[in-house]
């Protein structure tokens, strides 16, 4: 198959390493809802694509379902679904304000681990890679809600961030399936980039 006129799984492979090459270049990256009292879907929705720690978690979480998963079907959604659900949870407790230390550390954290979860493929039954990823989606969940706190109407740009997080979940999904067989070195890199990126955030929160 081809993208563009060039071979999909080169496609992939400049597409994965312009966004490991991009990763270095961000800090923490957390933008607020930009000073709107009453933000809606659309800010919502773009939100999680101006901090490149919360887009790397997730696309990450997508492509370690994808490369660790022995076959098509439900084992490929758990890390997703664990992830999308818990960012929620994490986001309902923000906006009533309870306070959970550590939330930019295990942002941080999350991308180390996430990233590690990529390069080495390492697989767990459907349950664990869950709860793996929920607890990190949590702190990621936490952040949005500490950002929405002050807004009149919450709920519709929380709503625009879960649908970019199921989008950025199934980016990943869509890039480890087709590398999965095709390729074993650039999976890797992508995630020791993710991982690095995790670590030069641990570094400057430290």
Same mark, same amino acid.
């Given at each position: 198959m081809r993208l563009f006129g060039l071979p999909q799984t080169t496609c992939l492979s400049r597409l994965l390493f312009a966004l490991v090459s991009a990763l270095p270049l961000a800090a923490a990256a957390h933008t607020g809802v930009d000073g709107h009292a009453h933000p809606g879907f659309l800010m919502g929705f773009f939100h999680p694509l101006t901090g490149l720690d919360h887009l790397a978690a997730m696309v990450s979480v997508?492509?370690?379902s994808a490369l660790a998963a022995r076959r098509a079907g439900i084992e490929l959604v758990w890390g997703p679904l664990g992830f999308a659900s818990m960012l929620?949870?994490?986001?309902?407790?923000?906006?009533?304000?309870?306070q959970i230390p550590a939330v930019e550390p295990m942002i941080a954290?999350?991308?180390?681990?996430?990233? &590690?979860?990529?390069?080495?493929?390492?697989?767990?039954?459907?349950?664990?890679?869950?709860?793996?990823?929920?607890?990190?989606?949590l702190f990621h969940g936490l952040a949005h809600g500490y950002e929405l706190a002050d807004a009149a109407d919450a709920w519709p740009p929380l709503a625009g961030m879960l649908?970019?997080? &199921?989008?950025?979940?199934?980016?990943?999904?869509?890039?480890g399936w087709a590398l999965r067989r095709n390729s074993v070195w650039i999976p890797r890199a992508a995630g020791a980039g993710v991982a690095a990126f995790g670590v030069t955030l641990l570094a400057q929160l430290a």
């Open positions: 997508g492509l370690w929620l949870v994490g986001a309902s407790l923000g906006l009533q304000g309870v954290a999350s991308l180390l681990v996430t990233g &590690l979860l990529v390069a080495t493929r390492w697989r767990v039954p459907g349950m664990a890679a869950a709860l793996l990823v929920g607890v990190f989606a649908t970019t997080t &199921l989008l950025l979940h199934a980016t990943g999904l869509g890039l």
